[in-house]
């Protein structure tokens, strides 16, 4: 997730993880700078960060597990 274009799923992690937002601003901006790519707009994950419930973060990642085991004993 510290790879992806966007930074919802570090978020999300964080949310689940019970980390402040200033920690999670902290990873996003080390995110960019080590992509590369252009800053994120911190104020909107701001926004999103304190708007997620850490339950629906929960229910995110368990989903996502499952979703990787599935294609994991697809293959």
């Given at each position: ?64 597990r499952m ?9």
């Amino acid at each position: 997730m510290m790879i992806e274009t966007r930074a919802e799923g570090v978020m999300i992690l964080a949310k689940a993880a019970g980390m402040s937002w200033s920690t999670v601003r902290a990873i996003i901006n080390m995110r960019d700078e080590l992509s590369g790519t252009a800053p994120t707009d911190l104020q909107t994950c701001k926004a999103t960060y304190e708007r997620l419930r850490p339950a629906t973060a929960q229910q995110v990642l368990r989903f996502h597990r499952m979703q990787q085991q599935n294609s994991s004993a697809a293959a």
